[in-house]
């Protein structure tokens, strides 16, 4: 049966990249078609509206989507179009795993770790107010029922998965009573795991830990903000923004897309590397049950990388977005 995709292309660097990732998925003829539907900054110019309706109805109807990065538009009013998505669909889990990539030279060779980060609380709930002139206060939430469902994802991922290890990532020594709640939830889950080992980090330890030894990190659980950091920090172990994939869902929607944003300073120049959405949509193929298809693209990947010199600017080659993609087509 063929299965439709809500396509957002996104705005900045998000068509550009949107275009190759398709001419990929196409090359394979998978049964799969496209839903094209607008978000953020090319929304609102076109719609007026920064989340039309439609792009909810779409995402609503078939479940998955494949989303390029999303421009906010600064200024007053306007909350992260991506945090309004996430929490339309109250998509709580955002998992984003950084692997090293062969053919990729970085400082580090066995990264091999998986983030989920907490995606519907935290200081995202944007809850600021202003106590006078010079003093603005934000609230922290964290709650019982938010923390125990991302935790539990970790863990079953961990046990589905073979993952030895699951580490969560808090404050509680600063913050004791909401991150104390995150880390206590974290042990009563553990300890119905008994086969996987638990640790815990305060989140500065976690930053340096995680650029001395980052291949000692498995599946990594935190609430939002520290994931938010902690991907990006996870990016550069691997070659950097252009190469981390992610997906935000939970047990009915799945939105699959790029770590990283719109990145306006090379928009439109045909210099985006298109990895990341692409190992998206390879997280998104796996999730339909096409795990070989998925498979075929990392080889192609992988070949690219390790047998020519073809690759974008931001790992060091001179190669534009179209010209990389044909490269890995031809080797799919
Ligand atoms: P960014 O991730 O867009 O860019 C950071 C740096 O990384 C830039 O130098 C950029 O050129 C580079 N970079 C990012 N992706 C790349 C790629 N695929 N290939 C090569 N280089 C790449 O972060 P930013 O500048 O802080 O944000 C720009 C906009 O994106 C903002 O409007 C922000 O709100 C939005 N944003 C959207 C998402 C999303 O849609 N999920 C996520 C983060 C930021």
């Known amino acids: ?64 989507a494949l989303k390029a990065p999303c421009t906010t538009p600064v200024g007053q009013g306007f909350r992260s179009v991506n945090v309004q998505l996430r929490l339309a669909f109250d998509l709580y889990a955002n998992i984003r795993p ?75 020594n600063i913050l004791k009573q909401s991150d104390g709640l995150f880390l206590r939830i974290f042990r009563e889950i553990a300890a119905q795991y008994p086969q996987i080992e638990a640790t815990d980090l305060n989140v500065d330890n976690a930053c340096m830990q995680m650029v001395m030894h980052p291949e ?51 928009a439109g120049k045909n210099l985006a590397n298109p990895t990341a959405l692409l190992q998206s949509a390879c997280m998104m193929l796996d999730h339909l049950g096409y795990g070989d298809a998925a498979q075929r693209i990392h080889k192609a990947l992988v070949s690219v990388l390790c047998d020519t010199p073809i690759r974008t600017r931001d790992l060091g080659g001179t190669a534009t977005t179209t010209a990389f993609t044909d490269a890995l087509i031809a080797r799919l």
């Open 216 to 266: 000692q990190f498995d599946v990594m659980v935190m609430p939002n903000l520290y994931g938010d950091i902690l991907s990006d920090l996870s990016s550069g172990l691997i070659g950097g923004l252009g190469l981390l994939p992610g997906v935000n869902r939970n047990e009915e929607i799945a939105i699959f897309e790029a770590v990283h944003g719109s990145a306006p300073d090379i």
């Open 98 to 172: 950084a692997r090293s990539l062969e053919g990729v030279k970085t400082r580090y060779e066995n990264v091999d770790l998986i983030i989920f980060r907490e995606n519907t609380e935290d200081l995202y709930i944007g809850e600021e107010r202003k106590i006078d002139e010079d003093t603005i206060e934000a609230i922290k939430r964290i709650t019982r029922p938010a923390s125990q469902r991302i935790i539990q994802a970790a863990f079953e991922y961990a046990a589905a998965h073979q993952r030895k290890k699951v580490t969560c990532v808090h404050k509680a």
């Open 1 to 64: 049966m063929t299965q439709t995709i809500t396509l957002i292309e996104g705005d900045g660097i998000g068509p550009e990249i949107t275009a190759q990732v398709v001419r990929v998925l196409q090359a394979l003829q998978l049964p799969l078609t496209f839903d094209r539907q607008t978000l953020g900054q090319t929304a609102l110019e076109q719609t007026g509206s920064l989340i039309p309706e439609t792009t909810l109805q779409s995402i609503r109807k078939n479940h998955i």
